[in-house]
């Protein structure tokens, strides 16, 4: 059982690239969210979605777009990045509103 | 808006001993609150979690928190720690009804030898 799988992994960007972050998830799993983790500040919340072709900003949605066009899909995208994008990536998935969250393992992106 | 507060960003602990990770939410509603552990290179995993009830919860790994609505915490206990508890750990909170969880900083416990 995957749970929820992040591709890629790693990725170097340069200033003004664009890329897309995939988030899949074999739960059956109505909610899906981004989170970017930087050190002293934990997990902010970029976008989420509550189902299918829903998507929702989160805390720092600026410089990013999203999504959920298959309920086992979320992505996240770039169109400009910029080195203030540097990060380290997180997506989960919940099954209920106050349920437990299930986490990728994070995929760490660097703009040069 | 509702906010999560981890006050130590790190604690060091000698192996055995206890320890108290803290947090402090604000919110204007009923919440829900987790605590999650993040080891090296991986993803968060859920420790324990308080939905409604009892005010003592219990998680995996022997941790536990006590959720206390005055004071606004959910304090995390453990009163033994071993080498392997050596990781970050977050509190979260989500207001009840939303659908979104908002984490604090995260605190870094080191356990030492």
């Known amino acids: 059982n995957a749970g929820v799988t992040q591709t890629p992994k790693f990725r170097v960007l340069k200033t003004g690239q664009s890329m897309t972050l995939l988030c899949a998830q074999d739960?059956?799993?109505?909610?899906m969210y981004w989170y970017r983790q930087d050190p002293g500040m934990g997990l902010r919340l970029i976008h989420y979605?509550?189902?299918?072709?829903?998507?929702a900003k989160g805390e720092v949605p600026d410089g990013y777009n999203v999504s959920r066009l298959k309920k086992q899909n979320f992505l996240l995208g770039l169109e400009s990045a910029a080195p203030s994008q540097t990060s380290v990536y997180f997506c989960?998935?919940?099954?209920?509103?106050?349920?437990?969250?299930?986490f990728g393992e994070g995929s760490r992106l660097t703009v040069l | 808006a509702q906010s999560v507060t981890q006050l130590d960003s790190q604690v060091p602990v000698f192996e055995e001993a206890p320890v108290e990770l803290r947090c402090n939410y604000s919110?204007?509603?009923?919440?829900?609150l987790f605590w999650y552990v993040q080891y090296p290179n991986q993803g968060l995993q859920l420790l324990l979690k308080?939905?409604?009830?009892?005010?003592l919860v219990k998680g995996i790994n022997g941790f536990e928190a006590e959720f206390n609505k005055s004071q606004t915490s959910f304090h995390l206990r453990k009163p033994s720690v071993h080498i392997s508890d050596t990781a970050e750990y977050f509190c979260?909170?989500?207001?009840?009804?939303?659908?979104?969880?908002?984490f604090g900083t995260g605190t870094r416990l080191k356990v030492l030898a």
């Open positions: 989960a998935s919940s099954g209920l509103p106050t349920g437990e969250l299930f």
């Open positions: 739960m059956n799993h109505e909610y």
């Open positions: 979605s509550v189902g299918e072709g829903t998507t």
């Open positions: 919110s204007s509603v009923s919440v829900y």
């Open positions: 308080y939905l409604s009830g009892s005010t």
């Open positions: 979260a909170v989500s207001e009840g009804g939303t659908y979104k969880y908002i």
